[in-house]
Nanobody
Framework: QLQLVESGGGSVQPGGSLRLSCTAS????????IGWFRQAPGKEREGVSC????????NYADSVRGRFTVSRDIAKNTVYLQMNNLKPEDTAVYYC????????????????????WGKGTLVTVSS
């Protein structure tokens, strides 16, 4: 059974940091591109960051580039999203998702490409 479980969400002040984790079971990260998405109340789900199946390519939304970093630990079968200098507009439920037919040495932040989704973890950024 393929499963993705997010963790690490919470409440922080603006400028603070959080590290989200997405742990995969039932499959290996070597064959899946992993994306991070978020959805704020009243807004559409948007792509945040992704990492290719090889781990060699990452992409970021313009809104988070320079502040967020995606990485992975193959031994732990886990993908991380390090979020620094958080802003109130980063408040959202964050989801990780897996693309089982990834582009070669690439990843894309396209919601409908994703085949499997975690249940999300809430990040709240406020004073």
């Amino acid at each position: 059974q393929l499963q993705l479980v997010e963790s690490g969400g919470g409440s922080v002040q603006p400028g603070g940091s959080l590290r989200l984790s997405c742990t995969a079971s039932g499959f290996t990260l070597n064959y899946y591109a992993i994306g991070w998405f978020r959805q704020a109340p009243g807004k559409e789900r948007e792509g945040v960051s992704c990492i290719s199946s090889s781990g060699g390519t990452t992409n970021y939304a313009d809104s988070v580039r320079g502040r967020f970093t995606v990485s992975r630990d193959i031994a732990k079968n886990t993908v991380y999203l390090q979020m620094n200098n958080l802003k109130p507009e980063d408040t959202a439920v964050y989801y990780c998702a897996a693309d089982r037919h990834p582009l070669y040495r690439r990843c894309v932040l396209t919601t409908d490409r994703m085949d499997y989704w975690g249940k999300g973890t809430l990040v709240t950024v406020s004073s």
